[in-house]
């Protein structure tokens, strides 16, 4: 089987999932090639096969605190390691580093074996591994055009909203509590004012927005409702945010008691209209029959409306999945 040499960027939270799960797919399946691990690094250590042989991977994060190598430099020192490997390299990007991801275009640009360039996968970027993206590209590929795009795109927001607001029995937990509870259960960022701002919910949003067709200069570009007082945008430590946090509790309180007197609830949520290029991200009331107010936990929903599904079932959606499969067969036989 032919090799492909697989570096990796990243060795945080998603970055030792990601290491756990790629050896244990190499481990239990029968890949069409053989996967040659050759680097992993986090922001100040590294480990870097020089002569492009296997690095194991079954210790790697004891090994990666224990190495005294420093990450090459980005790019010029990334993109000359991998442009010498002896065949193709998959580059795997599991940092939220703007730097590096505006550097993609020349790691493409600088493939070993590609002259033409190389793919850009960029899935995880919205709804984890649920083929969001992927879903889209095909549908916007194959000539639907989309309509509205609808969801919880935050599962730190959904699980803030399903707790502090649940459909079907009470709850007496104020907003500020079911933060502290969220941030203890490691479903928010460090200090929760990173997920509270809504520009993770934006990011996402503006991926989504530039794949059906409309142009979003930045997750900025549009509006975004943020959930931090402004009085408690400059606490200087995530402690003294959550402590001022209470004061405001009243004021949830009362946008939750004005939805349940409309026998409706709120969410956080994200939506674009493609016609009639808005995007926004915020606060909404939903009936309590609607699919985004059934979600448990953590959970994301995300809901396409398109030319096509729009009108059901029918010849046009069946034949765009056989066309879609023709579009999947001809991308690798580039």
């Known amino acids: 089987m032919a090799k492909v040499y697989i570096a990796i960027i990243g060795a945080g939270g998603v970055g030792r999932a990601s290491l756990r799960q790629l050896f244990n797919y190499m481990v239990n399946k029968s890949a069409p090639h053989t996967l040659v691990p050759i680097a992993v690094s986090r922001s100040s250590k590294a480990i870097i096969s020089t002569d492009y042989s296997p690095i194991s991977l079954s210790s790697i994060l004891e090994d990666l605190d224990k190495s005294v190598t420093k990450p090459l430099a980005v790019p ?28 993609y275009p020349r790691f493409l640009e600088n493939g070993p074996q590609n002259p033409n360039g190389g793919f850009a996968f960029h899935e995880a970027t919205v709804g ?47 907003f500020s509590e079911v933060v502290v509870k969220a941030r203890d259960l490691g479903y928010t960022e460090p200090d929760p004012r990173d997920d509270l701002n809504g520009l993770d919910v934006a990011r996402k949003l503006t991926v989504l927005a530039r794949l059906s067709g409309l142009l979003v200069l930045s997750p900025t ?15 200087a430590t995530a402690d003294e945010f959550l402590n001022g946090l209470g004061d405001y509790d009243v004021e949830m309180e009362n946008l939750k008691k004005d ?76």
């Open 76 to 103: 010029d020192e990334i993109i000359s390691y991998l442009k010498t490997a002896p065949g193709e390299v998959i580059l795997v990007d599991n940092t939220s580093d703007e730097t590096l991801a505006s550097l």
């Open 221 to 235: 570009s549009f509006h975004i409702q943020c959930l931090i007082p402004k009085s408690l945008e400059a606490a």
């Open 259 to 334: 939805a349940e007197s409309k026998g409706k609830t709120i969410r956080y949520v994200g939506k674009l209209e493609v016609e009639a290029g808005r995007v926004e991200v915020g606060l909404d009331t939903f009936d309590i029959s609607h699919p985004i107010v059934g979600l448990k936990g953590s959970d994301n929903i995300i809901s396409f409306y398109t030319e096509r599904y729009g009108a059901g079932a029918g010849a046009d959606v069946t034949a765009m999945g056989v066309l879609g499969d023709v579009t999947k067969i001809l991308q690798r036989l580039k």
């Open 128 to 174: 984890a591994g649920l083929p969001v993206l992927s879903t889209l590209k095909e549908l916007v590929e194959t000539g639907d055009k989309v309509k509205k795009i609808e969801g919880v795109f935050s599962g730190t927001m959904s699980f803030l909203f399903n707790t502090f607001a649940p459909v079907g029995s009470s709850s007496n937990a104020k």
